[in-house]
């Protein structure tokens, strides 16, 4: 396996009397796509937190490129090379998709928000402005608000906002979540292309995906990394197949 890009060593996060995260250990190499699953309150989104720095944890310790960023803000892991887009799409949506991806590009080159309608015609940023539309699809949509955008074209513009600062690691917080079959596919094919691009961890829980995307799988429960593995030993897992959903797993897992 290539070397690691994070190493996230045995996180602790309580909520009151609830533990979140039990101990949670896990590795990405660099270059490859790892899909972390479990079932609802595994701690998935608990955990995504943590690593982007919008939690810190009560314990244990999280390594990024060589660096420890436990205690280090969003931001700062941001300059480091990690980006992250949400369940919930975070875009502008009366802003076309031109100006959205002008507006991520003037954010990631340190200027000023209240200029951000002359983005577009920055000599820094407009020459940026096209690569950005290629590489996730976009480049024929960009004129036009992103309201007016398919559900699956939106989360193509906010993962192509993420990819602006050229980030080492990309985490992929349930893209698939409210998609229809036809945006499935397109987003299935961006991600094939992004693989071999920027290191992914992908929280997800279509099933379909994760196995036909991931390189490796780690597999959470009740805050705890049960198994971690390439997606054949994870399928063939008895235990992962009890854990993730009981009787269901085999359904799950065929």
Same mark, same amino acid.
């Given at each position: 396996?290539?070397?690691?890009?994070?190493?996230?060593d045995?996180?602790v996060?309580?909520?009151?009397?609830?533990?979140?995260?039990? $101990?949670?250990? *896990? /590795?990405?190499?660099?270059? @490859?796509?790892? =899909?972390? &699953?479990?079932?609802?309150?595994?701690?998935?989104?608990?955990?995504?937190?943590?690593?982007?720095?919008?939690?810190l944890?009560?314990?244990?310790?999280?390594?990024?490129?060589?660096?420890?960023?436990?205690?280090?803000?969003?931001?700062?892991?941001?300059?480091?090379?990690?980006?992250?887009?949400?369940?919930?799409?975070?875009?502008?949506?009366?802003?076309?998709?031109?100006?959205n991806?002008?507006?991520?590009?003037?954010?990631?080159?340190?200027h000023?928000?209240?200029f951000?309608?002359?983005a577009?015609?920055d000599?820094?940023?407009?020459?940026?402005i $096209?690569?950005? *539309? /290629?590489?996730?699809?976009? @480049?024929?949509? =960009?004129? &036009?608000?992103?309201?007016?955008?398919?559900?699956?074209?939106?989360?193509?513009?906010e993962?192509?906002m993420?990819?602006?600062?050229?980030?080492?690691?990309?985490?992929?917080d349930?893209?698939?979540?409210?998609?229809?079959?036809?945006?499935?596919?397109?987003?299935?094919?961006l991600i094939?292309r992004?693989?071999t691009?920027?290191?992914?961890?992908?929280v997800?829980h279509?099933?379909?995906?994760?196995?036909?995307?991931?390189?490796?799988?780690?597999?959470l429960?009740?805050?705890k990394?049960?198994?971690s593995?390439?997606?054949q030993a994870?399928?063939?897992?008895?235990?992962?197949?009890?854990?993730?959903?009981?009787?269901?797993?085999?359904?799950?897992?065929?």
């Amino acid at each position: 396996m290539a070397k690691p890009l994070l190493t996230v060593d045995s996180l602790v996060k309580h909520f009151g009397a609830v533990t979140a995260s039990d $101990g949670f250990s *896990m /590795e990405i190499a660099e270059g @490859e796509l790892h =899909a972390l &699953i479990g079932p609802n309150g595994a701690g998935k989104t608990t955990a995504l937190n943590q690593l982007c720095g919008e939690l810190l944890p009560d314990g244990g310790r999280i390594f990024f490129n060589g660096k420890e960023i436990t205690r280090r803000s969003i931001h700062r892991r941001a300059r480091l090379g990690l980006a992250r887009s949400y369940q919930i799409t975070s875009i502008f949506e009366r802003l076309t998709v031109r100006e959205n991806l002008s507006l991520a590009i003037q954010a990631h080159n340190g200027h000023s928000f209240r200029f951000w309608r002359k983005a577009v015609d920055d000599p820094v940023i407009r020459p940026a402005i $096209g690569p950005a *539309m /290629e590489r996730v699809g976009l @480049e024929e949509r =960009a004129e &036009i608000p992103a309201s007016h955008l398919s559900h699956g074209e939106k989360r193509q513009l906010e993962v192509g906002m993420a990819l602006v600062g050229q980030p080492k690691l990309l985490l992929l917080d349930e893209p698939y979540a409210g998609m229809g079959p036809g945006g499935a596919v397109e987003l299935t094919k961006l991600i094939r292309r992004l693989k071999t691009e920027v290191t992914i961890l992908l929280v997800e829980h279509d099933m379909g995906a994760v196995f036909s995307l991931a390189d490796r799988i780690t597999v959470l429960v009740y805050g705890k990394a049960i198994a971690s593995g390439t997606p054949q030993a994870i399928r063939n897992d008895p235990e992962v197949r009890q854990a993730y959903l009981g009787n269901e797993g085999n359904r799950c897992f065929a």
